[in-house]
């Protein structure tokens, strides 16, 4: 079932690259770009950004003290005016971050390979880097460009897709976001895709699709109060007897607000939970039960059995 609510005044449209993570990350970095023109104009240059770099395989277990952890390329900078990318030396590590490390900040290039098992990070994952989450603590967690994130165990303070794809199979998640997916600089590639098979989510958290962003919910368990689709997103909600009760078609801030029922894809109940939809598109799609698709096959097995006697 596709459903598009009834159209509403909808405030201005947030650009393609504005989400929870990348605006506060903006909103440093263009702090410090005014810090560098007043230094500049005291004649008292300094590069205000400090790095520690991680071009080759190796598992972190300490904390980094510096501004920025690059992995993937073994020297440079971003500008400091313009915060153009200025790195030399690219490579292709796979980087474990363990127990023990804390990266306030870790930039991930070139096909770059991170695994999260312990520790706390904050990350953002470029090009066509992959990051998999199994324990540990993150802050934000943010993929652009092509990027791909999966997270199966640990917590996400905020975990936000302006890059391929998001995979959520487990842990506990505060902020899950899905953008557009974007270059560096602000061009539109596609949607970005985030599915969602397991994993909690706390009371009180966004899930949230914005833009073009796609956001598949198949299961988990949803503590917070509602989802959302705002802008030309869309939202696919994946389970069994799913239904979608228009309860306010004028809602603050141009939402429609809608009650669900039924279950996700892998049992979890979503009985009263509730939806809020804003120029955007959401689909029912109801699918076997957990479990139904295995009785379908077992008589058939078990005749061909009986046909191979």
Do not use: K
Not at 68 to 75: C, E, L, Q, R, T
Not at 82 to 106: K, Q, Y
Not at 259 to 286: E, W, Y
């Amino acid at each position: 079932m596709s459903i598009r609510p009834p159209s509403t005044p909808s405030p201005s449209v947030p650009s393609p690259r504005t989400s929870f993570a990348s605006s506060a990350r903006s909103a440093l970095l263009a702090a410090v770009v005014c810090a560098v023109v007043w230094l500049t104009s005291s004649s008292a240059l300094a590069q205000p950004f400090t790095y520690i770099y991680f071009p080759s395989s190796t598992t972190i277990s300490t904390p980094v003290t510096t501004d920025f952890a690059i992995v993937g390329f073994s020297g440079g900078q971003y500008n400091d005016v313009t915060l153009a990318r200025e790195f030399t030396g690219p490579s292709s590590p796979t980087v474990t971050i363990a127990a023990g490390a804390d990266i306030p900040d870790a930039e991930i290039f070139n096909s770059s390979v991170v695994n999260v098992t312990g520790g706390t990070c904050g990350f953002v994952a470029y090009d066509t880097s992959t990051v998999n989450i199994h324990g540990g603590s993150t802050s934000f967690t943010l993929s652009e460009d092509a990027a791909v994130i999966n997270m199966y165990s640990g917590h996400a303070d905020d975990l936000e897709g302006q890059g391929q794809r998001i995979n959520v199979y487990g842990g506990t998640i505060g902020t899950l976001v899905a953008n557009v997916n974007t270059s560096f600089d602000g061009n539109t590639l596609g949607s970005c895709i985030v599915d969602v098979f397991g994993g909690t989510f706390e009371a009180g958290a966004n899930l949230t699709a914005f833009n073009d962003g796609i956001l598949n919910l198949r299961g988990g368990l949803i503590q917070s109060d509602f989802v959302r689709a705002a802008d030309g997103a869309t939202l696919n909600i994946f389970g069994t007897n799913l239904g979608a009760n228009l309860i306010n078609p004028n809602g603050a801030n141009g939402y429609s607000i809608y009650t669900l029922s039924g279950m996700l894809a892998d049992g979890s109940s979503i009985d009263g939970l509730q939806m809020r939809i804003r120029s955007s598109t959401f689909n029912l799609v109801n699918v076997p039960a957990p479990g139904a698709a295995v009785a379908l096959v077992l008589p058939s097995l078990l005749l061909a059995r009986r046909r191979r006697r």
